[in-house]
Structures are given as structure tokens and as C-alpha cells.
């Protein structure tokens, strides 16, 4: 877990790693979150489950490097077909992991007398789908911007079944490899199709870079917030 606590708390950033990592996955790119966002709270949490996020592989609750924020309740969560069989399923274990963000997200405006609106949610593939559901939560207190790097269309089915509060903005983050690699996958744009799901929804598509988090990425992210801030009263 990382935490950054500055001397004035002005707004709060969220960052939800992807499979298999940890709130560390963040740490090389603290100086260029922190140039953008200096009153701003960090917090890169871990996900609670260790060992493994498939059914009889060993999953446990503990510490360790590899965490998940959820698991997978089917064998096969690689195939398209298992996951349009099983969505409902996957949208109940993700949807458990929600419970405890939000949980977070509370204590965070609480604990810094914060408006949700200055609370931002960010994800990363496994994590993004977890920020999705978050945000569908949260119909009388909502966030207003939440950031999907490399959504998993696949982990995010179950959204076509929910709403998410309009106050809330969307923005899928990619690089072009990232945007490819997708759409050679499953032949969709993730912004595309979450816009077909009746949420408002933006992008931020980048240049360098293949499957893993960049400076670029997170700068990006960065100016977006810090240009929101400066927008609000």
C-alpha cells in the first residue's frame, strides 16, 4: 500500500492496481501524479485476496505480493463464452469488492472533510473493472470522474445490466497498443461500447507504450484531474 498525506488536503486520488500486483505498481510513477496533484491524498490500496483468484487454486486473505481484488467464480475466465455465461456471477464478486471501496471512499471524505466530487477513482485492467462497479454504487453520492486504464470489456459485462449516475464521467485511458490490442482481441473500442451501455464516457488515448502503466499515462491522467480542480469553486 502507498499512502501520500500532503500538508494541505485538497482532493484525493484512488488507484486500484491490476491482477496479480499491488499498490505498489504506483510507486514509479509518484513524482509525476504528485507534480500534477500536491494537495491531493494518494492512496494505491491492495487487494485483499492472495494466492490466487480462481475457484480451488488457493486463495487466501493475508500478505503477499500478488494480490487481486476479486475472484473469478467459473474455471474458464479466459474464453468470451464463459464470461457471457458467468456475468452475472463475475458482477456479484465485483460488485462485493465495491462494498469495500466505497467504504474507503467514505472514510476519505470524511477524514479530510472532502466533497466526493474531489475524490478521483482510477483502474488499471482488473482494477478498472472493479472502479466501474464503484462508481454504479454511488447513485446518491456519486464521483465525478472516474479513469479505466485498459478496461477488460470481459470483466465490465455486467455493466450492460446497470446504471451508472449521470454526474459521473467515465474516461478510458490507452495507449495505442493498448487500444489495438483490444479491439484485435474482441473487435470493440472500450469506450465505444461503454457509451452503448448508456454511460457518459470520454478518452484520453496516448502514444508510447505497450501493456503496462507509462509516465505519459499517469500525466495525462494528471493534467485531466488537475484541470477539473481547477474548474470547481
Known amino acids: 500500500m502507498i499512502e501520500v498525506i500532503p500538508e494541505q488536503v485538497q482532493s484525493a486520488y484512488i488507484y486500484l492496481h491490476s491482477a496479480g500486483r499491488s499498490g505498489d505498481e504506483m510507486r514509479p510513477f509518484l513524482h509525476t501524479l504528485t507534480a500534477y496533484l500536491p494537495n491531493s491524498y494518494i492512496l494505491a490500496d491492495d487487494g ?17 505480493e500478488k494480490r487481486y481484488w476479486f475472484m473469478f467464480p467459473m474455471a474458464d475466465a479466459v474464453s468470451t463464452a464463459s464470461f457471457i455465461e458467468h456475468k452475472a456471477q463475475v458482477g456479484a464478486s ?6 469495500y471501496v466505497n467504504r474507503l471512499i467514505d472514510q476519505i471524505k ?3 472533510d472532502i466533497p466526493t466530487t ?9 482494477g478498472s473493472c472493479l472502479a466501474l462497479s464503484v462508481a454504479m454504487m454511488r447513485n446518491d453520492d456519486p464521483l465525478g470522474s472516474i ?15 446497470e446504471k451508472i449516475e449521470g454526474r459521473t464521467t467515465v474516461i478510458c485511458v490507452e495507449n495505442a497498443f493498448m487500444r489495438a490490442r483490444t479491439h484485435q482481441f474482441l473487435g470493440i473500442a472500450m469506450d465505444e461500447q461503454l457509451k452503448a451501455f448508456g454511460i457518459r464516457t470520454e478518452r484520453i488515448l496516448t502514444d508510447s507504450g505497450e501493456e503496462h502503466l507509462t509516465d505519459e499515462i499517469i500525466a495525462s491522467i494528471g493534467a485531466y484531474i488537475g484541470a477539473r480542480l481547477g474548474g470547481q469553486s
Open 147 to 161: 479513469f479505466l486504464v485498459e478496461p477488460y470489456y470481459l470483466e465490465s459485462l455486467h455493466a450492460a445490466d
Open 94 to 99: 465485483i460488485r462485493s469488492a465495491a462494498g
Open 110 to 112: 470524511r477524514r479530510f
Open 48 to 64: 485483499l485476496i492472495c494466492g490466487s483468484p480462481m475457484p480451488g487454486d488457493g486463495s487466501y486473505y493475508g500478505h503477499a
Open 118 to 126: 474531489r475524490i478521483f477513482l482510477c483502474g488499471f485492467q482488473h
